[in-house]
């Protein structure tokens, strides 16, 4: 006797690829989305049609948007700042090398992605950062994550004797990504990394010179 249940008629449920979990998986599609779109042109229906799953499945992990955009930008800055580490910390080159490879890899990036996306951070904070308290709060902690990070790297950089030895590594830091974010909004709106490359020039320039 042949004990195998019929199968089910009618469409397969919705559920993420290969299983994945579905909260990372929303999270997933709120990075792309609200870096392309921003946070106010992002509907719920767009991240859920997206992930493919029903409306329910968003409720059950957010109270709300905007508990979902604090997931986005925790998971956008973890992930972020472990690329920084990726590129900064390499054992394999010297500290402004390292930082001259995440800045070539940010190039790559913005071409890859044909200027669409630039930094969530850096959006988000245009976007938000002057009638959202609460968001701008959770960018400028991020910002100041990745700044000291720099910082850290700077520091290194001028133990190796690659930058000048009286630089002020923590106000360079805070310089580098004041004009950084600028680069990448400039790119977006020449669709061209040059804005980048002029900055990343007189960066290093002011570093050793």
């Known amino acids: ?46 991240v859920l049609k997206k992930v493919g799953v029903p409306k329910g499945s968003f409720y059950h992990y957010f109270a709300s948007k905007d508990d979902f955009g604090f997931a986005v930008i925790h998971a956008y800055g973890a992930y972020f700042a472990a690329k920084l ?7 394999a080159r010297l500290p402004l ?15 890859r992605f044909d200027f669409r996306r ?6 988000l904070g245009q976007e938000l950062g002057g009638s959202h308290d609460a968001f701008r709060c959770r960018l400028d902690a991020i910002m100041m994550d990745w700044q000291a990070r720099v910082a850290a790297c700077l520091r290194q950089a001028r133990a190796a004797g690659q930058i000048k030895p009286d630089t002020d590594c923590e106000r360079m830091a805070e310089f ?9 909004l400039r790119a977006k709106l020449t669709r061209s990394t040059r804005p980048m490359d002029v900055f990343a020039e007189t960066f290093f320039t002011l570093l050793t010179e």
């Open 1 to 46: 006797m042949n004990s195998t249940l019929p199968r089910r008629r009618g469409r397969p449920p919705k559920v993420a690829p290969e299983n994945t979990d579905t909260r990372t998986a929303l999270v997933r599609a709120g990075v792309e989305l609200l870096t392309e779109q921003g946070f106010v042109s992002t509907g719920i229906d767009q």
């Open 85 to 91: 580490d990726r590129w900064l910390a390499n054992p």
């Open 97 to 111: 090398q390292g930082l001259a490879d995440f800045v070539a890899d940010a190039k790559a990036g913005m071409a």
């Open 118 to 123: 630039g930094c969530l951070v850096g959006n």
């Open 176 to 184: 580098f990504w004041t004009g950084w974010e600028g680069a990448i």
